[in-house]
């Protein structure tokens, strides 16, 4: 059913031309950092493909700057999938590492994390380079809605060790998806990967947030929708799909059909109030420079709409595992084969 599923976007995404050289630096930094620890686990990372993902969402980044997105790129993906509930200290060291992760930005750059693991040494490493050239502005926004999406997670893995997992009712799961799918702290990268900035009035004009939230909204339902048969062989109740088919009683095509529903709707919303853009720059005074800017904002969120959904229908995150090390690790209730949170 899922991955399959298609939907038709109203913007291009270039794809980067730096991709095939940023990728081979890409994947032996990731051997050489210990973000995968076996070659089952580096099999099974590069089934996703995220260098093809980095490159349709920030198309226009230089080549060495192509390589530090892909390498930021990875580590919350990673982070993602070391969630396991069903080891019985496994939500304390998840929140021990995230809330590593959620200071690195608030630290001088360089410094040594305190909670030391691949994932932290990592970030260390790649936040020195991410924040290179910007503003305390930038970096400050980057922060707090990085942040906002590891507490998330660690909420989410804090629900699955109580047995909550399946609680959330819609309203509250799609405020939830907002925060754990992290695509507002994605989105200030695409500032990064082309070396401007948003000015602040722009992005504290209520059009600019719901058009981030919108594309968050748009983002997190297409990637529920694609992953739902893996995240379901896994038990994973933190998906549109099954929560729409608990909530309604419904079957689960027909809640697969309410979900494709509901992320037409908000892509519909989106492209609606993005011709709103214009006015937006009039009422707020701005100069050609700083509608420049803001017409790049507005090209960073499509390009990780349509980029992410591109990458999405063909990444191998997103299928389910047949058999060997990535479907053990699955039906044990683990995302990863490689445990990345131990030294």
């Not at 909204?217 to 995240?231: A, K, Y």
């Amino acid at each position: 059913m899922p991955q399959d599923v298609t939907f038709d976007l109203p913007f291009d995404t270039p794809v980067s031309e730096h991709l095939e050289y940023a990728r081979a630096r890409h994947l032996r930094w990731i051997w050489d950092m210990g973000l995968v620890r076996s070659v089952a686990g580096f099999e099974e990372y590069k089934s996703w493909d995220l260098p093809q993902a980095a490159a349709r969402t920030y198309p226009h980044a230089t080549a060495d700057d192509m390589v530090v997105l892909m390498n930021w790129f990875s580590l919350a993906f990673l982070f993602d999938d070391q969630f396991d509930a069903n080891q019985p200290d496994r939500a304390d060291r998840i929140a021990e590492v995230a809330r590593e992760l959620i200071v690195t930005p608030l630290r001088p750059a360089g410094f040594r994390p305190r909670v030391v693991c691949p994932i932290t040494l990592a970030w260390a490493e790649v936040w020195k380079h991410l924040s290179d050239g910007m503003s305390l502005n930038w970096r400050t926004r980057f922060a707090a809605s990085w942040g906002r999406f590891l507490v998330a997670h660690c909420e989410e893995v804090d629900l699955a060790a109580r047995g909550l997992a399946g609680t959330l009712g819609l309203d509250e799961y799609a405020e939830f998806r907002r925060r754990t799918v992290g695509i507002h702290h994605s989105i200030d990268a695409g500032e990064r990967s082309r070396g401007f900035e948003v000015p602040a009035q722009a992005m504290a004009h209520p059009l600019m947030e719901r058009l981030r939230d919108l594309a968050a909204d748009t983002i997190g339902f297409m990637n529920d929708i694609h992953s739902f048969e893996r995240e379901k062989r896994r038990g994973d109740g933190h998906n549109l799909i099954a929560v729409l088919h608990r909530e309604r009683g419904c079957s689960w095509k027909e809640a697969a059909d309410e979900a494709v529903r509901m992320t037409t709707a908000c892509l519909d919303e989106y492209v609606e109030l993005e011709a709103r853009v214009p006015r937006m720059c009039d009422e707020l005074g701005f100069d050609e420079d700083e509608r420049a800017r803001v017409r790049m904002g507005v090209e960073a969120i499509q390009h990780w709409i349509n980029g992410n959904y591109e990458w999405a229908l063909v990444s191998g995150r997103y299928t389910a595992a047949k058999d060997g090390p990535a479907a053990d690790a699955e039906l044990a209730g683990r995302g990863s084969v490689d445990d990345l949170l131990a030294v």
